[in-house]
């Protein structure tokens, strides 16, 4: 029987750093994220059903220590051990508590520069994912243990069943797919799924128009131009209740699919490639346009409130949703700008698919 060929102890210590700086870094981004006061109510509750429930923060630990045994796995198993994103980048901070003054002036390379954005928005943005993908999922096995456990769901009507159940489990199965997506896009970087990480936005414009949108930022984004509307809105008439909110939840199908044709290239601030399939070939920016849309719909209520009680209030409420899709205007205008940077396959993909956010208009 042949053998497999030895490792070198030079590669066997290789996979031991990149794994030992991968479980430092995921130790730390969690470790942030747990003691957050502003995600303690989300960390501190019961998500799921009796017999197959979790809270919060636990499922946040065992989700980081599988993540890191399944690192373990790819790093043991490479042929040809690469230094990960992760090394580079605690070599570079280890650098810098050592000689901060001639670490600044000397500088990153170029490799060194990418593996600390990686590092920085995969710590930033993976637990916030990891959680909510639990949340999304949880609150949707609720909602629909409900509904198969329910023997006269319609005995009420069908609205009433819709209102109680039907959108909540719909909206939450939706949000599941679109976050299972960019979870396992910014957990999971391999040469053979094609989704390596080319590029991140080096621009401070363009992080801030991308964390403005995500916790705990967004609610200082909220005081300054107006709370998020709900996510469920209320219409008095049946027939518009209805509708609206099926349109809504149609919008937000789309939003999703987006993130299905993206795949795991999917994640905020990367250039993994670029994607023409999909809604991305009618539009440059269909998962944008759609949740904007759909928080149109929902500012509706809102709107008539206001001008119920004032023109100031109406025109205010306007002004605020303007100013949120704003936002997600100038976040497509810098992703266009940094992904035109990096190489000319963006620039080719822009010149078959001309309209950023409205076919035939703009």
């Given amino acids: 029987m042949d053998r497999a060929p030895a490792i070198p102890a030079s590669g066997q210590a290789l996979r031991l750093k990149n794994l030992a700086a991968s479980a430092a870094v995921t130790a730390a981004a969690c470790a942030v994220y747990l003691f957050s006061p502003y995600n303690q109510?989300?960390?501190?509750?019961?998500?799921?059903?009796?017999?197959?429930?979790t809270i919060g923060s636990d499922f946040l630990v065992r989700a980081a220590l599988g993540y890191i045994a399944l690192l373990a796995l790819y790093y043991f198993s490479e042929r040809n051990p690469r230094l990960s994103k992760s090394l580079r980048c605690v070599a570079v901070i280890g650098r810098f508590v050592r000689s901060p003054v001639a670490t600044w002036r000397q500088g990153v390379t170029g490799e060194e520069g990418l593996a600390l954005r990686v590092t920085l928005l995969?710590?930033?943005?993976?637990?916030?994912?990891?959680?909510s993908l639990m949340v999304f999922f949880l609150t949707a096995v609720s909602n629909g243990f409900v509904i198969a456990a329910s023997t006269n769901a319609?005995?009420?009507?069908?609205?009433?069943?819709?209102?109680?159940?039907?959108?909540?489990?719909?909206?939450?199965?939706i949000l599941f797919v679109d976050v299972w997506i960019f979870t396992v896009g910014y957990l999971v970087e391999l040469p053979q799924l094609g989704n390596e990480i080319r590029s991140v936005d080096p621009t401070l414009m363009g992080w801030l128009a991308a964390v403005v949108c995500y916790p705990p930022f967004n609610h200082v984004t909220g005081i300054i131009l107006g709370s998020p509307v709900s996510d469920f809105p209320r219409f008095d008439d049946p027939t518009a209740h209805l509708g609206l909110n099926l349109a809504l939840l149609a919008l937000m199908a789309i939003y999703a699919s987006a993130s299905v044709a993206l795949g795991f290239k999917a994640s905020n601030l990367t250039h993994r490639g670029i994607i023409a399939r999909g809604p991305y070939a009618v539009i440059r920016h269909p998962a944008y346009v759609c949740k904007n849309m759909a928080w149109w719909i929902a500012s509706v209520p809102l709107v008539l409130t206001g001008f119920s009680h004032s023109l100031?209030?109406?025109?205010?409420?306007?002004?605020?949703?303007?100013?949120?899709?704003?936002?997600?205007?100038?976040?497509?205008?810098?992703?266009?700008?940094?992904?035109?940077?990096?190489?000319?396959?963006?620039?080719?993909?822009?010149?078959?698919v001309r309209y950023r956010f409205i076919p035939g208009v703009y």
């Fill in 154 to 173: 319609f005995s009420k009507g069908f609205l009433h069943f819709f209102d109680g159940y039907g959108f909540w489990f719909l909206l939450q199965v």
């Fill in 312 to 352: 100031f209030e109406g025109v205010q409420a306007i002004a605020s949703m303007v100013a949120w899709s704003m936002i997600y205007v100038l976040r497509a205008l810098t992703e266009e700008d940094h992904l035109r940077g990096v190489d000319g396959e963006y620039a080719d993909y822009a010149a078959k």
């Fill in 122 to 131: 995969k710590a930033f943005f993976a637990p916030m994912m990891v959680t």
């Fill in 41 to 53: 109510g989300q960390l501190d509750r019961v998500y799921g059903v009796p017999g197959f429930s």
